[in-house]
């Protein structure tokens, strides 16, 4: 499966994004992340192959969301309500396994990367 991520960029605090993903091959399961400088890699969202499923990391619940369009191959996370705090480089990663509330955050338990774009949100 190859992945690949768009639509970063940069946002007025408050401001609204939608980051794409791109996902060729067989339907996975898809997270996103984010990593900022200096930080480790967390887990923003997850969302199942067929979407019937999404968890969210306590820090984004309310403000991001998380959808996919299987016809399109695609996979979207809308970001609303944006702080300075989501600035980082967000990715999307696959995975075939079905994860659970404990697990679907740990980067380590995805298989497949895209390249990360970056948001930015600064006045």
């Known amino acids: 499966v190859q992945l690949q991520a768009s639509g970063g960029g940069l946002v007025q605090p408050g401001g609204s994004l939608r980051l794409s993903c791109a996902a060729t091959?067989?339907?996975?399961?898809i997270g996103w992340f984010r990593q900022a400088p200096g930080k480790e890699r967390e887990g923003v969202s997850y969302?199942?192959?067929?979407?019937?499923?999404?968890f969210y990391a306590g820090s984004v619940r309310g403000r991001f969301t998380t959808r996919r369009d299987n016809a399109k191959n695609m996979v979207y996370l809308q970001m609303n309500s944006l702080k300075p705090e989501d600035t980082a480089v967000y990715y999307c990663?696959?995975?075939?396994?079905?994860?659970?509330?404990?697990?679907?955050?740990?980067?380590?338990?995805?298989?497949?990367w895209g390249q990360g774009t970056q948001v930015t949100v600064s006045s």
């Open positions: 091959g067989d339907s996975y399961n």
């Open positions: 969302i199942t192959t067929r979407g019937g499923r999404t």
């Open positions: 990663a696959a995975t075939s396994e079905n994860k659970i509330l404990s697990s679907w955050s740990q980067a380590q338990g995805y298989s497949y």
